[in-house]
Structures are given as structure tokens and as C-alpha cells.
């Protein structure tokens, strides 16, 4: 079975320095995906970035990338230049196996301090 | 691209009434649809995988004839809390699979806070 871990209930950062949410994940299956999400106090999930296991790089999109370490079983967000916006709860995920299904971590709520 | 919708955005109900939810892939075609539900601060809990064209398939737990669901076209899947009660309110989400650069992966909508008095 596919589980994902996230160790930190809640984190604070100052605006416009960088942050690091910590993701571990388990799974036997050789392909995988591991995604972050944020949802914001809407309740909207918005997709945030992707790494496939056979990934050699680490994803980046604009501000956000992800720290994949295989061996270790992690892929770490990182927010650079935090924004007051960033203020969210912050879902890692990870599919695969049969139902390419998501599962997801407990989830990381950031607050970003002016 | 990738935009899904969700409709109701917030309902109020009576005991015992149902209530239907839709979820709509507003620019892409989805076969697959997926309905979750998050408790306050807590992750989602995956409820039933939709599939358009066939009989959804349900989590563990999730009772079949309490949460209807429904994948009538490409674009949209409905999910119907029967005879709701207030252990059923809750924030109801929905997602559809689509692709990013070629991989899988899933768009949610809104959701759909749900309150039975």
C-alpha cells in the first residue's frame, strides 16, 4: 500500500524568504507520481507541481520546486520568496498502483509573516 | 486549461432531504472523475472513483445507496447525498483526470461545503 507522511502540522515563515514542507512517501510500485497541492481557506485544491519517479531532474515551476530524493523516499516542496498568498494548507500526494489513485498526506498549513 | 467546476458551491439542507452535487470538466473531456471529502483541517478522504459510462467504484467504508453517483457524459459526474443527515455534512470535493507535459494527473474543483440541520 502507497502511503505519504508529512511530519509538520504547521509551519511559519518571513515573508520573502524561503520554505521547505518535508513529504516522505512508501510505496512497492516501481512508477509512481508525486504531486503538492495547496488549498487556500477557499477549499479549492490547486495543483502546484509533479515528479515522476523516473525523474532525473527536480521538478521546478515559477517559485516552487520539489526536492526528490529516491533513496530517501522524499520529495520536499520548496517555496522561494514567500508571498503573503503562500498562506495555504499544502497537500503532498502520491498515484500509482492499481487506480492510479491519489493518496494524500495529512497536509501542512503555512502561514507567511509580514 | 484543465478547469473543473462544481456546483452547488454551498448548500443548506433539511434532515432527511437529498441534495445533488455536480461536477463538470469545463475544457477538457474526463473519463474519470473522483469524489472526496475533507473534515475541517484534516486530509481528503477518497470516496468513490467515477467512471463515465459504468457503475462507480467505492472506497472501503462508503455506503453505495447513501452517495449516488452518476458519470453520465464525458464532462460531468453527479454525486447525490440520499436522505441526508448531519453527520453528513461535511466539504465536498471533486477531481478529473486530465494530463500535465503527458502525465497524469488530477484538476479538482471547488468544492461543496454541505451543512444538514
Known amino acids: ?114 | 486549461g484543465a478547469v473543473v467546476s462544481q456546483h452547488p458551491s454551498w448548500v443548506i439542507c433539511k434532515s432527511g432531504t437529498s441534495v445533488k452535487i455536480e461536477c463538470r470538466s469545463l475544457d477538457f473531456q474526463a473519463t474519470t472523475m473522483f469524489w472526496y471529502r475533507q473534515f475541517p483541517k484534516q486530509s481528503l478522504m477518497l470516496m468513490a472513483t467515477s467512471n463515465e459510462g459504468s457503475k462507480a467504484t467505492y472506497e472501503q467504508g462508503v455506503e453505495k445507496d447513501k452517495f449516488l453517483i452518476n458519470h453520465a457524459s464525458l464532462t460531468l459526474s453527479t454525486l447525490t447525498v440520499t436522505s441526508a443527515h448531519p453527520e453528513d455534512s461535511s466539504f465536498y470535493i471533486c477531481s478529473a483526470r486530465d494530463t500535465w507535459r503527458g502525465w497524469e494527473t488530477q484538476y479538482f474543483g471547488p468544492g461543496t461545503r454541505l451543512l444538514v440541520l
Open chain 1, 1 to 114: 500500500a502507497q502511503k505519504i507522511t508529512q511530519t509538520q502540522p504547521g509551519m511559519f515563515v518571513q515573508e520573502k524568504e524561503a520554505v521547505t514542507l518535508d513529504c516522505t512517501y512508501d510505496t512497492s510500485d516501481p512508477s509512481y507520481g508525486l504531486f503538492w497541492y495547496k488549498q487556500p481557506s477557499s477549499g479549492e485544491m490547486i495543483f502546484l507541481i509533479y515528479q515522476g519517479s523516473y525523474d532525473q531532474q527536480n521538478a521546478t515551476e515559477g517559485r516552487y520546486s520539489l526536492n526528490f530524493q529516491k533513496a530517501r523516499k522524499s520529495a520536499n516542496l520548496v517555496i522561494s520568496a514567500s508571498q503573503l498568498g503562500d498562506s495555504a494548507m499544502y497537500f503532498c500526494a502520491m498515484n500509482g498502483g492499481y487506480g492510479n489513485k491519489l493518496v494524500f498526506g495529512a497536509g501542512t498549513i503555512l502561514r507567511v509573516k509580514s
